[in-house]
């Protein structure tokens, strides 16, 4: 944490509901401070219903930049006043600067996600195949960064086909090189389909305090497969503890997480945070570093 603030310090932050729950300050002030800028970063709670009198108040203040997280990442798009295509793409937001008067959305999901599968999975998502569990925001931004990084193809998976259908027609036109499908979430019960899949990416809010995809079973994967699950509480999902079962390649979001909020630091302050350092502080607070030590990040 900055502790020589004043009053030319520049004030950067989050807002979310609920928001107490972040680790974005634990490790954005970490990287400010590594770096001598005189930012402080700072959580905001910001209730659904005093979404635009918040952001006319973090204009009015002269935020320098803010990260915005669940339930405003889609409904702050309408209230800002540009976005860059990747954000546009996406149709969501997780990175706002400011920029003179105006502010602009960002979202750094899509090059998290990318670069945490090449650094904790070895993973090159050129010419593969991936399922992707979920059809919400998250796999808006996944669905953008696998097609971008040139995948072969994308299987959607939802539990709800009709949002996953629109999903896919979303992206049809715009990733014409790229071959996307849907298919029911019974995929999951060891359903032959899957030694096609190079990768599965969970998307999904599935995994957190222990809940689990019903009948899961991922024996028919091939043995170089490599499971990913953006959720990181608790560090081994379930669906990371099958992998694990089946002898796969596997990790979480921690290094998602740390990589989208490099990517924010440097649209904010135009510096690259130290290497390393935003995961490093993740996994501390976590406890998660002996999981990593013992091959929840599996090479």
């Given at each position: ?14 807002i ?5 729950h972040s ?24 209730a ?8 006319d ?15 405003h ?21 997780n990175?706002v600067?400011?920029?003179g ?6 979202n ?12 904790d ?5 050129e010419?593969r ?16 960064g ?13 539990r ?14 715009v ?12 995929i ?5 389909r ?40 608790p ?15 596997f990790a979480?979001g ?22 390393g ?11 998660s ?11």
């Amino acid at each position: 944490m900055n502790n020589n603030i004043t009053g030319k310090t520049g004030v950067l932050g989050i807002i979310g509901w609920p928001v107490a729950h972040s680790l974005s300050p634990l490790m954005q002030n970490a990287a400010c401070v590594a770096l001598g800028l005189d930012y402080v970063y700072v959580p905001f709670p910001v209730a659904p219903e005093n979404l635009r009198s918040a952001v006319d108040g973090l204009r009015v203040l002269g935020v320098a930049g803010f990260n915005v997280t669940i339930p405003h990442k889609e409904a702050i798009v309408g209230l800002l006043d540009g976005l860059t295509d990747e954000a546009r793409l996406i149709g969501a937001v997780n990175t706002v600067k400011r920029e003179g008067d105006r502010l602009i959305g960002h979202n750094t999901d899509a090059a998290g996600l990318i670069a945490s599968l090449q650094g904790d999975l070895g993973f090159d998502i050129e010419g593969r195949r991936v399922l992707l569990l979920g059809a919400g925001g998250a796999a808006r931004a996944a669905i953008v960064g696998l097609c971008r990084a040139g995948a072969a193809s994308v299987i959607v998976a939802n539990r709800t086909p009709e949002k996953a259908e629109r999903f896919v027609a979303d992206f049809r036109s715009v990733f014409s090189g790229a071959n996307l499908a849907l298919s029911p979430l019974d995929i999951l019960k060891g359903d032959q389909r899957l030694k096609g899949v190079d990768l599965l990416i969970n998307t999904t809010a599935v995994g957190l305090d222990g809940t689990t995809f019903d009948g899961l079973d991922l024996a028919p994967m091939a043995p170089c497969a490599c499971v990913y699950d953006m959720v990181y509480t608790p560090p081994l999902t379930p669906l990371l503890a099958e992998a694990r079962r089946n002898s796969l390649r596997f990790a979480n979001g921690v290094g998602m997480l740390a990589a989208q909020g490099e990517s924010a630091f440097s649209f904010w302050t135009g510096c690259e945070p130290p290497n390393g350092l935003m995961k490093s502080r993740l996994l501390a607070v976590l406890g998660s570093q002996d999981m990593l030590d013992n091959g929840l990040y599996s090479k």
